[in-house]
């Protein structure tokens, strides 16, 4: 099956900071991608689709100037969360569609854990 | 809008027992579905999908579901649990015109060995 990957797999900053991650479809290509957020015990919740060329849509409540998307090529896309804060502390995985049936293909997550 | 239901929140089950865990959607058009399994400090997996065709759609790992149109239903089944089966199960649906996937709120399920 298609493999997504996710970097970094975890990552702990400081408040203030900004937090990039990379979500790579390695061996197809995906003209969309999407990101989740996971809390724990939770299902998982669409920020954003990602679409390469073009702006991201973003779900309602989402907050396009915190969560920064970038689709620049077929099989990379990037979340950068800005001036992160301790509510930001969660799992983020992405997600990338492939194939005539349009599956979406997971990557591993990544946590965050924003002090 | 879309929505999924997954009543069953937590279940707790002896290996061999029978699984039965309840979807239910809300779209107006036609769908896609799917299952997806996330076992302890894992990823997302894709456990089974139906697009169109026969209802009663086969995975891995021996699960199985059945999409019912008019209850508007996708149940997952496996007629014998095993312990490995533990983890956490996710229904989530995808309406046409809509690229993302929706999301039940998942079910726990334990195996007892």
């Known amino acids: 099956g298609a493999v997504v990957s996710q970097h970094p797999s975890w990552v702990i900053c400081k408040s203030g900071t900004s937090v990039k991650i990379e979500c790579r479809s390695l061996?197809?290509?995906?003209?969309?991608m999407f990101w989740y957020r996971q809390f724990p015990k939770q299902s998982l919740m669409l920020m954003a689709t990602s679409n390469e060329g073009s702006k991201a849509t973003y779900e309602q409540g989402v907050e396009k100037d915190k969560f920064l998307i970038n689709h620049a090529s077929l099989t990379l896309s990037t979340l950068t969360v800005t001036s992160a804060h301790p509510e930001d502390s969660s799992f983020y995985i992405c997600?990338?569609?492939?194939?005539?049936?349009?599956?979406?293909?997971f990557g591993p997550g990544t946590r965050l854990l924003v002090l | 809008a879309q929505s999924v239901s997954q009543h069953n929140h937590h279940v707790i089950l002896s290996e061999a027992a029978s699984l039965e865990l309840g979807c239910n959607y809300s779209y107006g058009g036609t769908v896609n579905l799917f299952w997806y399994v996330q076992y302890p400090g894992q990823h997302l997996q894709l456990l089974l999908k139906y697009f169109s065709g026969d209802p009663l759609v086969k995975g891995i790992k021996g699960f199985e579901a059945e999409f019912i149109k008019s209850k508007f239903s996708f149940n997952l089944r496996k007629p014998s649990v095993q312990w490995s089966d533990t983890a956490e199960y996710f229904c989530a649906v995808k309406g046409t015109g809509r690229r993302a996937l929706t999301f039940g709120s998942g079910t726990r399920l334990q195996v007892q060995p």
């Open positions: 997600s990338a569609g492939g194939g005539r049936e349009e599956t979406q293909y």
């Open positions: 061996d197809f290509q995906a003209t969309t």
